[in-house]
């Protein structure tokens, strides 16, 4: 029995060496500077690491920026991918219970298991189109058609009456986003646009968190 149990023993700790040794490595790791523990204990950068991972299934050339801050922005925008098909700007939710919204309402609420009341929240698709304005100022030649605002919830939430109607938003979880980028297909900028692209919004990553700007070249992935 102690043999079996440290058999046991040794091989959970090879196999947790092993996905060490892959994190360290990730492009997740790379740009963030966040550690291991760091996934575990925050929902946010748990989120965050999902979104990042979900690139594998994003065919052709992008690259990645994350936390964006503009001046004057009450809030930094969560990651933005640079794809051949265009611009996605992301603000992640890290939510639970049932959400209920719509795009022309100033609030969306969130009710809660056991809770008697909604809980009201700044209808985050606002909070989307003010972060891409400021994008966009930035990025004056872009043409505005390639910029698409996804508002990204967690698997642990329902997303309830959700209704959107503007074609370059879009609401969804954590778990639809190999989906989503399996139909990012279209081919409307170039290497060097989306280089050009990413070169300009680099110096707003966020400069209280100096790790985001380290190794930014390897964010770009060739298929």
């Not at 996905?19 to 760091?38: A, C, D, P």
């Not at 204990?41 to 052709?60: E, F, I």
């Not at 640079?82 to 100033?106: A, K, L, T, V």
């Not at 700044?122 to 043409?143: D, Y």
Request: proline share 1%.
């Amino acid at each position: 029995m102690g043999i079996l149990l440290l058999i046991v023993t040794i091989m959970i700790g090879i196999l947790f060496a092993l996905r060490l040794y892959s994190f360290e490595n990730s492009e997740f790791r790379k740009i963030t500077g966040h550690s291991l523990y760091s996934i575990w204990a925050n929902p946010h950068v748990k989120n965050t690491y999902k979104l990042v991972q979900s690139l594998k299934y994003l065919q052709g050339e992008h690259k990645l920026l994350v936390n964006v801050a503009f001046n004057g922005a009450n809030k930094n925008i969560d990651a933005i991918v640079i794809h051949e098909s265009g611009i996605y700007i992301f603000s992640i939710q890290s939510m639970n219970g049932w959400i209920y919204g719509r795009e022309q309402d100033g609030q969306w609420a969130q009710a809660v298991h056991k809770q008697d009341k909604l809980n009201t929240f700044e209808n985050p698709i606002n909070e989307m189109k003010r972060a891409v304005l400021n994008l966009k100022e930035s990025l004056t030649n872009v043409k505005e058609d390639l910029f698409h605002s996804i508002v990204l919830f967690t698997d642990s939430c329902s997303l309830k009456k959700i209704m959107t109607k503007s074609n370059n938003v879009s609401v969804i979880k954590v778990n639809e986003l190999k989906r989503f980028w399996k139909k990012r297909t279209d081919k409307k900028l170039t290497v060097e646009d989306i280089q050009k692209i990413h070169h300009s919004l680099e110096q707003f990553v966020n400069i209280h968190q100096p790790s985001y700007k380290m190794n930014m070249d390897q964010a770009t992935t060739n298929h």
